[in-house]
């Protein structure tokens, strides 16, 4: 079934393969960020209770979701890496990792200034906010794994083993506001039979997440190319490139 994946293994398929995505990736990244950003920060309708300091829920809650959705991708990626050997899976890990660690901290930095407003207080050491400060370390646990080791296989088995053990850190942040009583608000978008928006407010921030999740693939395909070519320059496919 997964055999057509094979071939990709292999480190210049991985880097061409990585170059005809990274296109629509970009493509779709920026005209979804702009379109959903312009619409959600200028034309959506004002919040009746917090006014227009809820747009800024169209930067919090893609990164906030990302920030969660990059960890799994890579910490799926670290996983396949262990078991199978696969040295794309490894630099695909690696090369996520600070995306990732950027998102977590737009998260937790959008959701202070949104919170100063609506709590009175730019940091509350509620279980959201503090197990997704906890997913922020695991991010830089990985990254200075990844560079405390000169042999590669090492670093990547050390960062791949903390990146596995940290998945059970997503489950709290995305059920905490459900085990414990907390002052950040329950699930906006994940109620897909009944979102708490209107759909002039969520259709926009929808499209920022598909604009978010892009972006980060992007951004993912650019950092694995690098990757590739750093670790595979001796080679002569990577020295025909800059011929």
């Known amino acids: 079934m997964w055999k057509w994946l094979h071939p990709y293994a292999k480190a210049e398929n991985c ?12 493509i779709i990244a920026f005209s979804s960020l702009i379109v959903g950003s312009i619409w959600g920060l200028m034309f959506a309708p004002t919040d009746y209770q917090q006014g227009d300091s809820f747009r800024i829920i169209y930067l919090h809650v893609p990164a906030a979701m990302l920030s969660m959705g990059a960890y799994l991708s890579m910490a799926i990626a670290a996983f396949i890496g262990l078991v199978w050997q696969v040295r794309m899976s490894d630099m695909a890990a690696a090369a996520m990792a600070p995306i990732g660690a950027v998102f977590t901290f737009i998260a937790l930095l959008t959701g202070a200034i949104w919170g100063k ?4 207080a730019w940091w ?3 279980a959201r906010l503090t197990s997704e400060l906890i997913l922020l370390f695991l991010y830089l646990g990985v990254i200075a794994l990844y560079s405390a080791f000169d042999d590669q296989k090492t670093a990547a088995k050390a960062a791949g083993i903390l990146a596995i053990v940290g998945v059970i850190n997503l489950p709290i942040i995305h059920y905490s506001v459900e085990w414990w009583n907390t002052l950040h608000q329950g699930a906006t978008i994940s109620k897909f039979e009944k979102p708490s928006m209107d759909s002039s407010m969520l259709w926009p921030l929808l499209i920022n997440v598909i604009g978010f999740g892009c972006f980060f693939g992007a951004v993912t395909l650019v ?17 025909n490139l800059v011929k």
């Open 15 to 26: 880097y061409r393969l990585c170059g005809k995505l990274l296109p629509w990736f970009s």
């Open 117 to 120: 407003p609506m709590w009175g």
């Open 124 to 126: 509350v050491w509620d």
């Open 223 to 239: 950092r694995l190319r690098n990757e590739i070519i750093a670790r595979e320059s001796h080679r002569p496919w990577v020295r």
